[in-house]
């Protein structure tokens, strides 16, 4: 999919919200995902994952987190607009894999041109759902680490939907490390092909 954006790090909350609406005018689906180029995904995994919320209306499901507000302008991930968040985030999804329902899709799309666009699109969306009946899942399933993390997951049959470094925030040198990635905790082409929701 294509869309009509700017591109770069301060524009990924209005990418993320342009995401949003386009899928959902696009196609009628029961969740959309929003995933960093740059983490090994597990669809099967993904699939049943979500299958299990189908009959929940307002579901996002991530693996939350919150802490800290990034106040310091030597940091990464600076947000320039700490002052409105106190001493810690809310809780939100970590912005490298996370889904939400229909409903919620939908939301954003209807009011694109009102929802406040901070810095970090994770933090972003999160603020966006303040306040509305919103169901938070957090799953770990959702941001596995890679070897050995995922391999060992992989091996105990708790096969990771999504795998990324947290040191990179997604695979590190992810042209030379995505297969190696995926050798190891992939699932099989069979689980794929096989799969029901």
């Known amino acids: 999919m ?7 790090y301060l524009e990924l909350s209005g990418k993320t919200k342009t995401y949003f609406a386009t899928a959902v005018a696009l196609w009628d689906a029961n969740f959309y995902v929003k995933v ?9 995994t993904l699939g049943q994952i979500l299958s299990k919320h189908i009959s929940r209306p307002r579901v996002y499901t991530g693996c939350m987190k919150s802490g800290p507000v990034l106040s310091d302008k030597e940091v990464r991930y600076y947000e320039p607009e700490h002052w409105k968040f106190g001493d810690k985030y809310f809780r939100h999804a970590t912005g490298q894999l996370y889904a939400i329902s229909k409903d919620l899709a939908t939301y954003i799309s209807l009011n ?3 929802l406040h ?3 970090n699109e994770d933090v972003s969306l999160g603020a966006w759902f303040i306040g509305l ?4 899942i957090d799953d770990r399933r959702l941001c596995c680490g890679t070897p050995p993390d995922c391999e060992w997951k992989a091996q105990a049959g708790n096969t990771c939907a999504a795998s990324f470094d947290w040191r990179c925030s997604g695979i590190c040198n992810t042209v030379e490390n ?8 992939g699932e099989s082409e069979k689980a794929l092909w096989t799969a029901s929701f």
């Open 2 to 8: 294509r869309l009509d954006h700017v591109e770069g």
């Open 36 to 44: 960093d180029d740059d983490v090994h995904v597990n669809i099967a």
């Open 112 to 114: 694109k041109h009102v």
């Open 117 to 119: 666009k901070y810095v």
């Open 133 to 136: 009946d919103v169901e938070h």
């Open 178 to 185: 995505i297969q190696g990635v995926h050798n190891k905790c």
